[in-house]
């Protein structure tokens, strides 16, 4: 029953991207729609500039797809801050139903997997998914303030400042980019509790959804133009590739880490990557996204990752429980 393939038909009508300086000059750079390169989005707090961020993704998305507030049925929305206020605030003012997220980094995934199963199911014709985080304000709650000057540990990595905000809907025709199938994920905690490390503990939660989705859908990497994680980064990407051609599974030329697409690892000084709740919702929305509506991708799969920590439980010691959630998006 747990490796239950979901069958789903929403067609993802448009992404819209805002970023930081950093991630402008980052490998991908032009394509990010919106970009402040003072990461403050006139704001005075950084958490108030995320809650910016977040309101004008969505504002992005609904001119994008021509439609307004009162034409999409909910929204699916998370952050990093605590209680999720980014989205929470940053969402205030549109007058749609909102179902606030908490699935760490893997948050954009999540909320599209809702998304699509609601709409797929009839409860709605339209939705829209956003997603955000921001390195300043990520540092302050989970690390130390930027004043503080900590050095940071090479497997660490680089939070992506960034919101992402898609609108999903219920086809008439059969054309565009849909998500076809989703696996939910199942939490998985291997004992890892060095929070400078995140791509060890999420890369057993992306191999647990991966082996029971290729088990299920009887397929491997071979079979799909693309297969991207959400943010593992350097580390997590390695040690995934490796867990994956233990159980003999080769994962090929064509896997891609959101962590690594959107940051020069090297260049750009972000030791292992990127990672955050706006690193694949921003990769998605304005890399992934162009390459599936093009048709230079037939199918892809988007397997969002998440370390599930909190503030509390890093003091406290414990280890960190990570998520992986899958969906397969198809050209048609």
Same mark, same amino acid.
């Given at each position: 029953?747990?490796?239950?393939?979901?069958? &789903?038909?929403?067609?993802? =009508?448009? @992404? $819209?991207?805002?970023?930081?300086?950093?991630?402008? +000059?980052?490998?991908? !750079?032009?394509?990010?729609?919106?970009?402040?390169?003072?990461?403050?989005?006139?704001?005075?707090?950084?958490?108030?500039?995320?809650?910016?961020?977040?309101?004008?993704?969505?504002?992005?998305?609904?001119?994008?797809?021509?439609?307004?507030?009162?034409?999409?049925?909910?929204?699916?929305?998370?952050?990093?801050?605590?209680?999720?206020?980014?989205?929470?605030?940053?969402?205030?003012?549109?007058?749609?139903?909102?179902?606030?997220?908490?699935?760490?980094?893997?948050?954009?995934?999540?909320?599209?997997?809702?998304?699509?199963?609601?709409?797929?199911?009839?409860?709605?014709?339209?939705?829209?998914?956003?997603?955000?985080?921001?390195?300043?304000?990520?540092?302050?709650?989970?690390?130390?303030?930027?004043?503080?000057?900590?050095?940071?540990?090479? &497997?660490?990595?680089?939070? =992506?400042? @960034? $919101?992402?905000?898609?609108?999903?809907?219920?086809? +008439?025709?059969?054309? !565009?980019?849909?998500?076809?199938?989703?696996?939910?994920?199942?939490?998985?905690?291997?004992?890892?509790?060095?929070?400078?490390?995140?791509?060890?503990?999420?890369?057993?939660?992306?191999?647990?959804?991966?082996?029971?989705?290729?088990?299920?859908?009887?397929?491997?990497?071979?079979?799909?133009?693309?297969?991207?994680?959400?943010?593992?980064?350097?580390?997590?990407?390695?040690?995934?590739?490796?867990?994956?051609?233990?159980?003999?599974?080769?994962?090929?030329?064509?896997?891609?880490?959101?962590?690594?697409?959107?940051?020069?690892?090297?260049?750009?000084?972000?030791?292992?990557?990127?990672?955050?709740?706006?690193?694949?919702?921003?990769?998605?929305?304005?890399?992934?996204?162009?390459?599936?509506?093009?048709?230079?991708?037939?199918?892809?799969?988007?397997?969002?990752?998440?370390?599930?920590?909190?503030?509390?439980?890093?003091?406290?010691?414990?280890?960190?429980?990570?998520?992986?959630?899958?969906?397969?998006?198809?050209?048609?």
């Amino acid at each position: 029953m747990n490796n239950k393939i979901l069958k &789903t038909n929403a067609k993802i =009508v448009c @992404g $819209a991207s805002v970023v930081g300086r950093k991630e402008k +000059e980052g490998p991908i !750079g032009e394509c990010f729609d919106i970009c402040d390169t003072t990461d403050k989005f006139d704001q005075k707090t950084w958490e108030k500039a995320e809650i910016e961020m977040q309101k004008r993704a969505l504002t992005l998305a609904l001119e994008k797809s021509g439609f307004s507030e009162n034409d999409i049925g909910a929204m699916f929305a998370g952050d990093l801050l605590n209680q999720c206020i980014g989205s929470a605030y940053g969402l205030l003012d549109f007058d749609i139903p909102y179902f606030g997220l908490y699935g760490a980094c893997s948050t954009a995934v999540e909320g599209l997997m809702l998304a699509s199963l609601l709409i797929s199911g009839g409860h709605f014709k339209r939705c829209a998914s956003v997603a955000s985080s921001h390195f300043c304000s990520a540092e302050q709650q989970y690390r130390t303030p930027l004043e503080y000057g900590g050095q940071r540990s090479p &497997t660490a990595q680089w939070t =992506v400042t @960034g $919101a992402g905000a898609f609108i999903t809907e219920k086809s +008439e025709t059969d054309r !565009g980019v849909f998500i076809t199938e989703a696996l939910p994920g199942i939490v998985i905690d291997k004992g890892i509790n060095d929070a400078s490390n995140m791509g060890a503990a999420m890369a057993p939660a992306a191999l647990d959804t991966l082996l029971r989705f290729f088990k299920e859908s009887k397929t491997s990497p071979s079979d799909y133009d693309a297969i991207y994680t959400g943010d593992l980064g350097h580390e997590g990407s390695l040690i995934l590739r490796e867990f994956m051609s233990i159980e003999g599974y080769d994962m090929g030329e064509d896997y891609f880490d959101c962590g690594n697409i959107i940051f020069d690892r090297e260049a750009q000084d972000v030791h292992s990557g990127g990672s955050g709740c706006g690193c694949s919702a921003v990769v998605l929305a304005s890399y992934i996204l162009p390459k599936l509506k093009s048709g230079e991708l037939k199918n892809a799969l988007l397997i969002g990752t998440g370390a599930m920590m909190s503030p509390s439980s890093l003091k406290q010691g414990l280890s960190i429980p990570a998520i992986a959630h899958l969906i397969k998006l198809e050209h048609k």
